[in-house]
């Protein structure tokens, strides 16, 4: 258990110690590794360009707990419609034999679900912060990610978590470590969750070509140029160029239709 880190969290209680276990698919310059590490610049997880929902990401913690809340930091412009959460409980076979079952052979009780504000809604691209109440007794949780809600801002369709936490107690622990960890959550932490901005909202010298285009064309077609903007940077580090000019030709026509808009 990691105790309570920020002052904000109090009223949340004491952080779990919790692994990530399983993930269905990540993208390669955001894979789920990421969500290690809570600082100022974190852009956390997300789904693989085009991949099939939902996605499933699954956590561990060190043995039974009492789960009272699990907080997820939802990406700016990649925003699943919905998240549905799940448990898995110890049996009673397992508390006595002192050993938990694997994630992928235990038995998961749905919960509930969370909906996130949709892209439109959320015109200035600030990250959504859900505080899911829990209240229960669990070794393992698992996270059912909708499909994201349409964007022109997310154009491979991915969804993106960009920092957890979860809290609780510690009811008991296990012999052993019959499942995978892939990482884990939070290993370095800097900042709590309400202070991880995007990159354009808590930097703001970060995107100062943009700055520059937006003095001559409109606040909403600047901020989907610098989305661009990205994505052509990173077409070219993939050698993708045909990717990367039909960016370009995109980037062009979003200017002249920004500039016009403003006449």
Known sequence: ??????????????????????????????????????????????????????????????????????????????????????????????????????????????????????TADNAFGARELKTINIRQKCVYVKLLISRPYSSDYNLFHQVGIVALTSHGTIRRTYQGAPTRRICLIGETVEVPLDEMLPPRLGNPQSVQPQDDIGLEIDQVTARRIAEIVLLKERAVAAEDYDLANALKSCLLSLERVGKNSII
């Open 1 to 118: 258990m990691l105790g309570t880190l920020f002052s904000s969290e109090e009223k949340y209680g004491p952080r779990l110690t919790m692994s990530l276990c399983h993930c269905s698919s990540e993208d390669g310059d955001h894979p789920a590794r990421a969500l290690r590490h809570q600082v100022q610049n974190s852009t956390g997880w997300q789904s693989d360009k085009g991949c099939v929902y939902p996605q499933e990401l699954g956590f561990a913690f060190e043995g039974e707990v009492e789960l009272h809340f699990i907080r997820v930091l939802s990406h700016e412009r990649k925003i699943a419609s919905r998240i549905e959460v799940f448990i898995a409980e110890a049996t009673k076979e397992e508390i006595e034999n002192g050993m938990i079952k694997p994630y992928h052979s235990s038995n998961f009780r749905r919960l509930g679900y969370v909906c996130f504000v949709t």
